[in-house]
């Protein structure tokens, strides 16, 4: 059994900056690629970015150059750095990891940008 717990998110002021946080628990050996995707209201599931076991990475368009993704390969972490945010980052942050071709996602971190 895996479970991902998040951390971090919260009300912050557009320019301002967040970092989550998502830990791995249970038997895991080796988790291929862990990521951050994010949901507004009313909106699809979106990527945000992702980070491969070699390091390799990817970002939305949206978030390219403001967030950064690293991960602690010891203590099953990826993090979630996100500076300059705006109103439209205002989304449900879900964590995901790949373990052996199964995905498993967290429950879900509220970040929440004012104007």
């Known amino acids: 059994q895996v479970q991902l717990v998040e951390s971090g998110g919260g009300l912050v002021q557009a320019g301002g900056s967040l970092r989550l946080s998502c830990t791995a628990s249970g038997t895991i050996f080796s988790i291929s690629v862990m990521g951050w995707y994010r949901q507004a209201p009313g909106k699809q599931r979106e990527l945000v970015a992702v980070?491969?076991?070699?390091?390799?990475?990817n970002y939305a368009g949206s978030v390219k150059g403001r967030f950064t993704i690293s991960r602690d390969n010891a203590k099953k972490t990826v993090y979630l750095q996100m500076n300059s945010l705006k109103p439209e980052d205002t989304a449900v942050y879900l964590c995901?990891?790949?373990?052996?071709?199964?995905?498993?996602w967290g429950q879900g971190t509220q970040v929440t940008v004012s104007s």
């Open positions: 980070i491969r076991s070699g390091g390799s990475t």
């Open positions: 995901n990891v790949d373990i052996l071709n199964l995905a498993y």
